[in-house]
């Protein structure tokens, strides 16, 4: 250990003697340290959010939905494929829930419209037709008050959820449980506040309101042949087998034969993590060679900071080689000054990184979550750095002769 902390204080007394020398080092070591601390951070953050977000749909939960890009098979040949596929409907979506191996399915249609209430108008507001189930699916909490009940979906009736936002905007202090809006127009009882869980960018804080889904489609314009709905099995059913069923179930209601392929989409939560990663793979490759470049201009300055320490201590090399040091002994000393230089500079980029990261994570919707795993490999990299740049300045100090290095001037 005395060698290892011989040499941590022999370089940080050269980084207080040459502060400028010692600058291109530390700065380029740092610049690489922060992009894999933000790029990494905001990597793990979306995949952090992406895994709580599905976690809110149960772990066997799979969507089901008249085209999913991300699946992998798409044919450059054929760039619109949903223009030859039906939409889904409440029929088929009811087949689904009425299979043995099926707890839930929740439809989901979509329109947009304005909200009024007391001379307050809130202008193309998303409005989410769903049926009772769609608390189970959504994450986040009702409360005050209630979602519809299955009566209440089937009867289509007037009432309305609005999320916290709508709430704070519509009702500023005042409870909204009880009172009248009118969406597009007609009169819904608000029953309930949705909190939503926080989203990958700030979905949560828009605009949205959950009537039923037959409310929606009977009142108000909506994007016809978009329905899609999220399947939950019974607890203990597979996934797979409830795939196969509910695939079986759509096929025969479409009378599609045996070698036509599906006219819809099956997506599972594995293959949403894997399309995720296809995407966050780009940005990896970009933070590694940035960081890479980063790394190499620190390299080349520890070359030449070791370099000028090697010229400059060539009679100290010499006292100590004819003291009896080895060349090993001499080798390790340069090695552990240019990894402290390089740590130095890992430590600074790590503090200003995280930094960054934080801020992003707290004043912007992006995502951002600092991984131990990240701050570990920051500095790990800071550090073989300057064993690898360091390598040459050590082994010319090492064979250095001792006779020629005590008649050095």
Same mark, same amino acid.
């Given at each position: 250990?005395?060698?290892?902390?011989?040499?941590?204080?022999?370089?940080?007394?050269?980084?207080?003697?040459?502060?400028?020398? $010692?600058?291109?080092?530390?700065?380029?070591?740092?610049?690489?340290?922060?992009?894999?601390?933000?790029?990494? $951070?905001?990597?793990?953050?979306?995949?952090?959010?992406?895994?709580?977000?599905?976690?809110?749909?149960?772990?066997?939960?799979?969507?089901?939905?008249?085209?999913?890009?991300?699946? @992998?098979?798409?044919?450059?040949?054929?760039?619109?494929?949903?223009?030859?596929?039906?939409?889904?409907?409440?029929?088929?979506?009811?087949? *689904?829930?009425?299979?043995?191996?099926?707890?839930?399915?929740? #439809?989901?249609?979509?329109?947009?419209?304005?909200?009024?209430?007391?001379?307050?108008?809130?202008?193309?507001?998303?409005?989410?037709?769903?049926?009772?189930?769609?608390?189970?699916?959504? @994450?986040?909490?009702?409360?005050?008050?209630?979602?519809?009940?299955?009566?209440?979906?089937?009867?289509?009736?007037?009432?309305? *959820?609005?999320?916290?936002?709508?709430?704070?905007?519509?009702?500023?202090?005042?409870?909204?449980?009880?009172?009248?809006?009118?969406?597009?127009?007609?009169?819904?009882?608000?029953?309930?506040?949705?909190?939503?869980?926080?989203?990958?960018?700030?979905?949560?804080?828009?605009?949205?309101?959950?009537?039923?889904?037959?409310?929606?489609?009977?009142?108000?314009?909506?994007?016809?042949?978009?329905?899609?709905?999220?399947?939950?099995?019974?607890? !203990?059913?597979?996934?797979?087998?409830?795939?196969?069923?509910?695939?079986?179930?759509?096929?025969?209601?479409?009378?599609?034969?045996?070698?036509?392929?599906?006219?819809?989409?099956? *997506?599972?939560?594995?293959?949403?993590?894997?399309?995720?990663?296809?995407?966050?793979?780009?940005?990896?490759?970009?933070?590694?060679?940035?960081?890479? #470049?980063?790394?190499?201009?620190?390299?080349?300055?520890?070359?030449?900071?070791?370099?000028?320490?090697?010229?400059?201590?060539?009679?100290?090399?010499?006292?100590?080689?004819?003291?009896?040091?080895?060349?090993?002994?001499?080798?390790?000393?340069?090695?552990?000054?240019?990894?402290?230089? !390089?740590? #130095?500079?890992?430590?600074?980029?790590?503090?200003?990184?995280?930094?960054? $990261?934080?801020?992003?994570?707290?004043?912007?919707?992006?995502?951002?979550?600092?991984?131990?795993?990240?701050?570990?490999?920051?500095?790990?990299?800071?550090?073989?750095?300057?064993?690898?740049?360091?390598?040459?300045? $050590?082994?010319?100090?090492?064979?250095?002769?001792?006779?020629?290095?005590?008649?050095?001037?």
């Amino acid at each position: 250990m005395t060698p290892t902390l011989e040499g941590v204080s022999i370089a940080l007394g050269s980084l207080r003697a040459h502060k400028l020398r $010692a600058a291109l080092t530390i700065l380029g070591v740092a610049i690489g340290v922060i992009v894999v601390m933000v790029i990494g $951070a905001i990597i793990a953050g979306f995949d952090k959010g992406f895994t709580d977000m599905l976690e809110t749909l149960g772990p066997k939960t799979f969507y089901v939905g008249r085209y999913w890009g991300g699946t @992998g098979a798409e044919d450059p040949d054929d760039p619109n494929p949903w223009e030859r596929r039906p939409g889904l409907t409440i029929e088929e979506a009811q087949r *689904v829930e009425d299979l043995p191996t099926i707890k839930f399915a929740v #439809v989901d249609e979509n329109a947009t419209a304005d909200i009024v209430f007391e001379g307050k108008r809130l202008g193309a507001v998303s409005i989410q037709g769903r049926d009772a189930d769609w608390p189970k699916v959504a @994450g986040g909490a009702v409360n005050p008050g209630r979602s519809f009940s299955a009566l209440e979906d089937n009867a289509n009736a007037f009432v309305v *959820v609005i999320n916290t936002k709508i709430s704070e905007q519509l009702f500023t202090e005042r409870d909204p449980i009880g009172h009248r809006i009118k969406i597009g127009g007609l009169p819904y009882t608000v029953i309930g506040v949705f909190d939503p869980p926080a989203g990958l960018f700030g979905e949560g804080d828009r605009n949205e309101v959950f009537i039923p889904y037959g409310t929606l489609v009977k009142n108000l314009p909506y994007w016809q042949g978009w329905m899609d709905f999220f399947v939950a099995p019974e607890d !203990t059913v597979s996934q797979q087998r409830a795939i196969d069923d509910v695939t079986m179930a759509l096929r025969s209601m479409r009378g599609l034969r045996p070698s036509e392929p599906n006219n819809f989409d099956i *997506v599972t939560q594995e293959k949403y993590m894997e399309t995720i990663n296809s995407m966050t793979g780009v940005f990896k490759v970009i933070m590694i060679v940035l960081s890479m #470049v980063g790394l190499m201009v620190g390299g080349i300055g520890v070359v030449a900071i070791m370099m000028i320490s090697v010229t400059e201590r060539t009679r100290e090399i010499g006292v100590r080689k004819a003291l009896g040091a080895t060349r090993r002994a001499i080798m390790w000393q340069f090695l552990i000054e240019a990894a402290t230089l !390089t740590t #130095v500079g890992g430590v600074i980029g790590l503090v200003v990184g995280g930094g960054i $990261a934080l801020v992003l994570g707290a004043a912007t919707p992006v995502p951002a979550y600092v991984p131990l795993g990240s701050v570990i490999a920051a500095l790990v990299g800071a550090a073989f750095t300057g064993l690898l740049f360091g390598i040459y300045p $050590a082994s010319k100090a090492s064979r250095l002769d001792p006779v020629e290095a005590l008649r050095y001037e």
